[in-house]
């Protein structure tokens, strides 16, 4: 039921009599005024009531279905009929008088004496009422009933002997007095000026009854001094009016007052909601009345629907029919306003009652989802057309200018402000509820009371959204095209606030937070979807309203949210590689695998980083996913960079070439180097000595660690990849597009071992073997010194290495490595071994079987190294070892053919410092020459600083 709005004042738009007048004194007084119409020989224009409305025309049916009706009598009225009122049969024990349609001079009698009964007029006042017309009618001698007051001539037509009691003859003195009170001086047609003597004299002649009784009769000197004092004031008139007319009950709002009260008798007294049967009848006499009451057609429409109106707020809103009724005389009166000239009177009641009716209605609409849902929703239609019926009169001010109605703006801009108002009540009201019901209990919550508050609102948003537009919009479409798109809208901005506050308050990502932006996210995509489609026929294709629809970026606040969590584990496992690197052994011994314990708790920490990533209940892991493996790649690339940092390289482990001389057969040292050559050399190999802060075995370690970490980052791809098409069809339709890999630490760790393989080469020949190599090896006598100890020691640290490392194809690129550094190592002694290495051409034989045990060793009868492999890296050797073999005269032809220029000028050859030797290069050639222990060498190196 929607309450009746009462702020303003009393709930009548007519106004008030400011007098004490009841309802029944009220009701008296009107009955007396049909009686004497009724009984007027001279009545008005016979009921004219056919609607002009297309709606109310029974055999067409109404725009809307909840104005629909059948009629199943076919004696229906004319009035129910325009009105659409259905005709039920007449209940027993009904008060009105039975009327028989076959006696026409039955008629009158039969309505008149309805008319009684319906008004509560006792017999023996009607009697008294109908015997002094008889004798005022008598004196009228033709004229009409309205050129008499009536009060006036009833008081002269009785006195107190006329009644049962004296109390009962002053209290009806009492009402005709106060009716010729309101009537000629408070309410008076034609206005009063302040100095009229006429009007003084009455309100004393009045005032002074209600003390004290005036005597009142045929021959009463009192009622004669009222009835001319009346007279004057009656007789007034504007120039227009009928000279012979008397106002005394025609004055706004008496008039209107009397005329509800007669209509008001239209209802059964048993059954106050049912229009009587004879309607038809009774108007047409309660039309006589127009005359007295100064009224019209458009003025009794306006009463009607008054009367139609407050009947159904009165029963308790229950008769739908009767509202029916009002929305189809409001279509009928807003004809009247449009053809009508102005008329301020007509437009002040016009637009009053409108006001009330538009006030009681909105205050439904404005929440129409806590009056109306599918069962009543007809009604919902009704009071809509009645609301904006009224609404659009109103906005025109009554009447319309020049005819001409703007009805479309005012219609859609109420509906709008309706959708607009009930939606957010409704949200309001889901929160309030919500909040009682998040109360702590005794009793064990429901389980949806264990969800963030949020997601429970979202799911009842969306509720929301579905019933209106299934149930609501349908109605309010007729005049708001966009309905369900304004609905939507006002739903997503009521929700908006709450995420907004919601995501400020945010400090870190968990579950609950993820859920709340996650059925954001898709309570926005629902939302905005039914406003695209409710608006794709619109004028602008909706753009408005998608334009109202603020995004609430739940999407993005969770890309920001999980990408400050990846941070923050990428920075923690940043800080522990730094950490717990320090306080690594790289010792072989520490685990079976013969890799780094800390390697094994890093990659633990980015699978277990990903596992939690993969347990965020987000929907866009795959596009967060590139986020989190670089920043994981980054730290393990980390890892490995500063597993290997400070270990060295190839050339760090590689003596220094020393500048070239010539042997002179004196001790080791004397006469081949400079002293700073000597000098140099020495520094280099205590260093050497002293910066083995990691050895051959903690290098293999290192090695099996990036083995390790290579191998699980290839289960780890694979792992990924299946979790990544777990989480959905939509996710996991672009894993082949994608591929989860970890670049940078792959290629850190190829070039890490890569590295470390040419480290640990040069290291095990030029650092752990240097005693018997590049300190043992050819010094002084190639005979007295051979290959033999290196060949052992080498074969121990070869056993060594591939006993540690657990792949064998590293296995042979470390093997590779060292073959390499020592075939480099061998063609240094030999060309850059410094003044202790003297050769012959007969050391040559010794040489060359030297290096094919080096290369056995390698071979190992076919179980080493491949074939292919060994001669490619010992090819150089090959070619530079029959240097030894040639005899020195050849050599220096050889070398000035290849230093001579055009003119046959010998050039000094370019020295060579970074053991890249050739046979077909001088500087080889000078080196061996350099290294030749004879005469013709010396004679030929006499004139030549090396």
């Excluded at 039975?98 to 319906?118: D, L, W, Y």
């Excluded at 016009?350 to 009716?357: Q, R, V």
């Excluded at 609404?391 to 703007?406: L, N, S």
């Excluded at 299946?722 to 996991?732: F, I, K, V, Y």
């Amino acid at each position: 039921m929607i309450p009746v709005p009462r702020s303003d004042g009393p709930f009548d738009p007519f106004g008030s009599l400011g007098l004490d007048l009841s309802d029944s004194e009220l009701r008296e007084t009107a009955y007396e005024i049909f009686v004497a119409a009724f009984r007027s020989p001279g009545g008005g224009k016979p009921l004219s009531f056919v609607s002009r409305s297309p709606a109310k025309v029974p055999e067409k049916a109404p725009p809307g279905p909840s104005l629909q009706r059948s009629l199943t009598f076919t004696t229906v009225s004319k009035v129910k009929r325009s009105l659409g009122i259905n005709s039920p049969k007449k209940k027993k024990g009904s008060g009105s008088a039975p009327t028989s349609p076959s006696s026409k001079e039955n008629r009158p009698a039969a309505i008149g004496e309805t008319m009684r009964v319906q008004m509560k007029i006792s017999e023996q006042t009607d009697s008294r009422v109908k015997l002094a017309l008889m004798k005022i009618a008598a004196g009228l001698l033709g004229r009409r009933i309205e050129s008499i007051v009536l009060p006036v001539e009833l008081l002269q037509q009785f006195k107190s002997a006329d009644f049962p009691t004296q109390h009962e003859y002053e209290e009806w003195q009492k009402r005709n007095l106060k009716i010729l009170e309101a009537g000629l001086l408070l309410h008076p047609k034609i206005p009063l000026g302040k100095n009229n003597s006429s009007a003084r004299q009455l309100s004393e002649i009045i005032h002074e009854a209600y003390e004290c009784p005036m005597v009142t009769g045929k021959h009463s000197e009192e009622v004669k001094t009222l009835r001319g004092v009346v007279k004057s004031l009656a007789s007034r008139s504007f120039d227009t009016d009928d000279s012979d007319m008397c106002h005394w009950a025609d004055g706004i709002p008496l008039n209107l007052r009397l005329y509800q009260l007669l209509l008001e008798a239209l209802f059964e007294i048993d059954d106050p909601t049912v229009i009587v049967d004879e309607v038809d009848e009774i108007l047409e006499y309660i039309k006589k009345t127009w005359g007295i009451l100064g009224l019209d057609e458009k003025i009794h429409k306006l009463c009607f629907l008054w009367v139609l109106f407050n009947r159904y707020i009165a029963t308790g809103q229950v008769e739908k029919d009767l509202l029916f009724a009002c929305g189809n005389l409001l279509l009928d009166i807003k004809e009247d306003a449009g053809f009508a000239g102005f008329d301020s009177k007509y437009s002040k009641i016009l637009k009053s009652t409108l006001i009330l009716i538009l006030d009681w209605a909105e205050k439904g609409l404005l929440a129409y989802r806590e009056f109306f849902y599918r069962g009543n929703i007809d009604l919902m239609h009704i009071i809509l057309s009645i609301a904006l019926s009224a609404a659009e009169m109103v906005a025109e001010e009554c009447p319309c200018d020049h005819g001409t109605w703007k009805t479309n703006n005012v219609a859609s801009a109420k509906v709008d402000t309706y959708i607009r108002s009930s939606m957010r009540k409704a949200f309001n009201q889901g929160m309030e509820k919500l909040r009682l019901s998040r109360r702590p209990a005794k009793r064990p919550q429901a389980h949806f009371n264990q969800l963030p508050a949020l997601c429970v609102i979202a799911q009842e948003i969306t509720d929301l959204a579905f019933t209106e537009k299934e149930i609501y919009c349908p109605i309010l479409e007729k005049w708001h095209p966009l309905a369900v798109g304004v609905a939507v809208a006002t739903l997503h901005s009521c929700f908006r606030q709450e995420v907004k506050a919601f995501i400020s308050g945010i400090n870190d990502l968990t579950p609950d937070v993820i859920q709340v932006l996650i059925m954001a996210d898709k309570l926005e995509k629902c939302l905005v979807q039914m406003a695209v489609e409710d608006s794709f026929n619109s004028e602008d294709g909706g753009k408005s309203i998608i334009q109202e629809m603020d995004p609430y970026e739940a999407e993005a606040v969770i890309a920001d949210l999980v990408k400050s969590w990846i941070q923050t584990r990428v920075d923690r496992l940043t800080e522990w590689v730094d950490r717990n690197l320090r306080k690594e052994v790289w010792s072989p011994t520490v685990n079976q695998g013969r890799f780094a314990p800390s390697v094994v708790e890093v990659l633990r920490t980015i699978g277990d980083t990903l596992e939690a990533f993969f347990l965020l209940p987000i929907p866009m892991h795959a596009a967060l996913l590139p986020d989190l493996t670089n920043g994981l790649d980054r730290s393990l690339q980390d890892y490995i960079s500063k597993a290997k940092s400070g270990l060295g390289t190839r050339s760090s482990f590689l003596p220094k070439v020393p500048s070239m001389t010539r042997y002179s057969g004196e001790s080791k040292t004397n006469g081949v180097f400079d002293q700073s050559d000597e000098s140099q050399v020495e520094d280099q190999k205590s260093s050497k000595q002293g910066d083995d802060s990691c050895g051959i075995p903690q290098l293999c370690v290192r090695i099996n660690t990036f083995l390790y970490v290579r191998k699980e980052l290839e289960v780890l791809e694979k792992r990924v990849i299946a979790q990544l098409r777990s989480t959905g069809p939509t996710e996991g339709s672009i894993v082949n597009d994608y591929r989860i890999s970890f670049k940078r630490s792959l290629a850190a760790c190829v070039d890490g071992i890569q590295d470390l393989c040419e480290i640990t080469a040069y290291k095990v020949v030029f650092h752990e073997l240097n005693h018997v190599f590049w300190d043992g090896l050819y010094v002084d006598e190639a005979s007295a010194s051979r290959i033999e100890p290196f060949l052992q020691e080498l074969q121990q640290n070869l056993e060594k290495i591939a006993e540690i490392i657990q792949e064998d194809t590293v296995k042979t690129r470390v093997i590779t490595d060292i073959m390499r550094a020592s075939y480099d190592g061998f063609l240094l002694v030999l060309l850059a071994g410094g003044p202790s290495r003297n050769f012959t051409r007969e050391d040559s034989a010794i040489i060359k079987e030297d290096f094919n045990l080096l290369v056995d060793l390698f071979w190992s009868h076919g179980d080493g190294l491949p074939t292919d492999l060994i001669n490619k890296f010992s090819a150089t050797a090959e070619r530079i070892l029959p240097l030894f073999s040639t005899d020195t005269e050849s050599l220096i032809e050889q070398f000035k053919y290849l230093t001579a220029d055009n003119n046959g000028r010998l050039t000094e050859p370019t020295a060579l410092t970074s053991g890249q030797w050739d046979p077909t290069e001088p500087d080889t050639i000078l080196r061996v020459l350099c290294h030749r222990n004879d005469k013709a060498a010396s004679k030929f190196l006499k004139n030549r600083p090396c």
